[in-house]
């Protein structure tokens, strides 16, 4: 058995804002997350796709990330789920029953304490002695720069953790049928890719300057 994960009792704790969808300190500042960084890959993906298709597709994945704590914490009820949730809730529990993961930490929101960049950390899992940081995925596709925001929450983690680890990443997407995949992602330059990002996301708001893509 490996040695247990413990986070920082100072560690850097973000609260979220649902409203405007941002990241909080605890004096009430304005962070950049992870998903803003990442939005140079993310509005490529998506700029096509109409605007009420992506707030369904966004408030599913909402709903999904919740019932799967839930049923973390063996605290689902079934019937207050709505029919189009259920097959990823039996992908999610067809996962813990052949993986066998250990969860240690869910759904940990927190701030890199010298980047001030924040994130919610979906899952951090130990399998066969392992540990592993997981992010929920109930898109229809798994991209590649999906490795660059598990570079940043690995980051993330490690820098408000007791004793820093070696932590391997993974996209557990959960799909409409009940299935699922469990993607490992590798990449050396993951997290390089994550701090150009970072710069970038930093140069246009302290300066003013809207960005395309």
């Excluded at 997350?33 to 597709?57: C, H, N």
């Excluded at 991209?143 to 557990?172: D, M, S």
């Amino acid at each position: 058995m490996s040695a247990r994960l413990t986070l920082k009792k100072d560690r850097c704790i973000a609260t979220f804002d649902p409203n405007g969808h941002r990241y909080l300190t605890k004096d009430g500042r304005s962070l950049i997350s992870v998903t803003q960084a990442m939005g140079i890959f993310t509005e490529k993906v998506y700029r096509f796709i109409p605007r009420e298709i992506l707030k369904a597709a966004a408030d599913r994945g909402t709903a999904v990330h919740l019932a799967t704590e839930y049923e973390d914490q063996d605290n689902l009820d079934l019937d207050s789920c709505l029919p189009e949730w259920i097959p990823y809730i039996e992908a999610y529990k067809k996962f813990r029953a052949e993986i066998k993961a250990e969860i240690l930490f869910t759904e940990q929101r927190l701030v890199h304490p010298k980047l001030f960049y924040a994130g919610a950390v979906d899952r951090v899992l130990e399998i066969d002695g392992d540990y592993w940081i997981v992010d929920l995925k109930t898109t229809g596709e798994l991209y590649e720069h999906v490795g660059i925001q598990l570079a940043a929450y690995a980051e993330l983690l490690n820098q408000n953790l007791e004793k820093p680890v070696k932590l391997r990443r993974a996209a557990l997407q959960l799909k409409n049928d009940g299935s699922y995949v469990f993607r490992e992602h590798t990449k050396a330059d993951d997290w390089s890719a994550f701090l150009a990002c970072l710069t970038l996301v930093n140069w246009n708001k302290n300066h003013g300057k809207p960005i395309t893509y």
